[in-house]
């Protein structure tokens, strides 16, 4: 059933579960259909929900044989408007519109921001956005309880409707009061990534590192303009990254996204992190059987660029076609990377190692692969980071990463090209070559014959020491 299991494809799959996918037999199907990770959305859902989804995933991933890793995503500082009298009103370009932080229902003429945050960083001229965007104002006084704004494009504006502030930084933290209890509930369960909401700064980051104290990694969303000016400091203390292209559609203008979406792949490459592609991927397949063709563009155009992962929110969570939308996806990311176009593209990207034995053996290991013709790299990772720095010269062929911990072979689930196995601990470069014959061979990498590349860390048992590299036969 392993080698039954086993992708042909280099870019990853994470779905998200909700009420559409939360029985173990639809999950089965998405796992078959080409799922390498779920997603769980801190946003939605009981704790009973999520906890009986993280069993399920682990009752499959012993069925299966096969890493599967989880992500969770915390829903962060969501800003919202209060209530109005009627439910809605509807708002006129031109006309002053007053947010105040009076509790009481509102009309036409003001309504409840309950988030003196926003009153105290605002600045006069700034806009803020509601309603994803549908609504835009323009402040034009401010006071200690309330800004005056005049309404730039106007709309219905209904309860509880999002704000966003693009034009400020704000002195708030990623993680609210919600987000530090569901992290201290789910933490102790088991889970692979952080989905950190709303990062504005490198310091929210280490905030978030800091409370999972090594028992998940932390995945910036990128998704606010704040993020892209620090983009660079975020990135170089996060553990992987996501281009959440729905808030940041929202506060950047649509033609930008494309550009920042392909500025936040580099920048993640770069550095060796993992980075996932989100948000309206396959949209339509929310309700449709089959996808738009610029949606079809669209995922293969993460995978042109050589993304880590792409995503699907809605879709698998609570859309009519959750199966077929997970198989929409692996059977684009398998047509595109068997194009040759794909290829050269993914090989012009490459990054130049950085200056350290590590990073010149795994480019090492992918130049040797490609002489030789071998068919898979297997790197023995104590941590991941091998795996990671393998996985960043995007190799011709797969990556077998073997390690000892389920944990690491579950985080590598995510990451470009790379097969994770858990594997018994070796004591010496002979015996890790044993190893990785035996088990290239049993996971269906090769047949008799066949030469591979394995590349370790001496002495075993010490992450961060990438410098031995073997070619062997099996």
């Not at 700034?126 to 034009?140: N, Q």
Request: aromatic letters at 4%.
């Amino acid at each position: 059933m392993t080698e039954r299991m086993r992708r042909h494809r280099r870019t990853k799959i994470i779905a998200t579960l909700g009420p559409a996918s939360s029985t173990p037999e639809m999950l089965a199907q998405l796992f078959q259909a080409g799922a390498d990770v779920f997603r769980l959305n801190f946003s939605h859902g009981s704790y009973a929900d999520h906890a009986a989804r993280i069993e399920m995933i682990r009752q499959l991933e012993s069925k299966v044989g096969r890493p599967i890793g989880i992500l969770v995503d915390v829903q962060g500082p969501k800003l919202r408007v209060g209530q109005f009298q009627s439910g809605r009103v509807q708002l006129q370009a031109g006309q002053n519109f007053i947010l105040d932080l009076n509790p009481a229902p509102g009309d036409t003429r003001r309504v409840c921001l309950p988030h003196p945050e926003i009153l105290q960083a605002a600045e006069i001229g700034a806009t803020l956005l509601l309603d994803d965007g549908k609504l835009r104002f323009r402040i034009i006084r401010k006071r200690d309880d309330h800004l005056l704004t005049e309404i730039v494009t106007g709309g219905v504006l209904s309860d509880r409707k999002g704000v966003n502030v693009p034009d400020v930084v704000l002195p708030i933290p990623a993680l609210t009061k919600k987000d530090l209890a569901d992290l201290a509930f789910v933490l102790p369960l088991g889970i692979e990534y952080i989905g950190l909401s709303f990062v504005q700064r490198a310091e929210d980051v280490a905030q978030a590192k800091a409370i999972a104290a090594g028992r998940a990694l932390v995945m910036a969303k990128i998704e606010k303009p704040q993020a892209l000016e620090n983009l660079n400091a975020i990135l170089d203390i996060s553990d992987g990254c996501m281009v959440a292209r729905g808030d940041l559609g929202v506060e950047l203008p649509p033609e930008d996204v494309p550009i920042a979406q392909k500025r936040i792949i580099r920048a993640a490459q770069l550095r060796g992190i993992p980075v996932t592609v989100a948000t309206q991927m396959l949209e339509s397949m929310i309700s449709a059987p089959a996808p738009t063709r610029a949606e079809a563009s669209d995922v293969a155009t993460a995978v042109f660029d050589g993304a880590d992962a792409v995503m699907l929110s809605a879709e698998s969570a609570a859309g009519q076609y959750p199966r077929e939308s997970v198989n929409m996806m692996d059977r684009i990311i398998t047509r595109v990377e068997r194009d040759e176009d794909w290829r050269r593209a993914i090989d012009a990207k490459r990054l130049a190692p950085e200056k350290s034995s590590a990073d010149a053996i795994a480019a090492a290991s992918c130049q040797v692969a490609h002489t030789i013709g071998a068919q898979v790299i297997v790197a023995f990772t104590q941590s991941g980071s091998t795996a990671l720095r393998v996985a960043r010269e995007r190799p011709g062929c797969p990556v077998l990463g073997l390690t000892t911990s389920q944990e690491v072979a579950r985080r590598l689930a995510v990451v470009w090209g790379v097969y994770a196995a858990v594997a018994g601990e070796v004591r010496s470069m002979t015996e890790a070559v044993a190893s990785a014959v035996r088990t290239a061979r049993l996971e269906g990498f090769g047949k008799k014959g066949d030469e591979i590349v394995v590349v370790a860390g001496v002495p075993f048992g010490q992450p961060g020491t990438t410098n031995a590299l073997r070619v062997a036969i099996i």
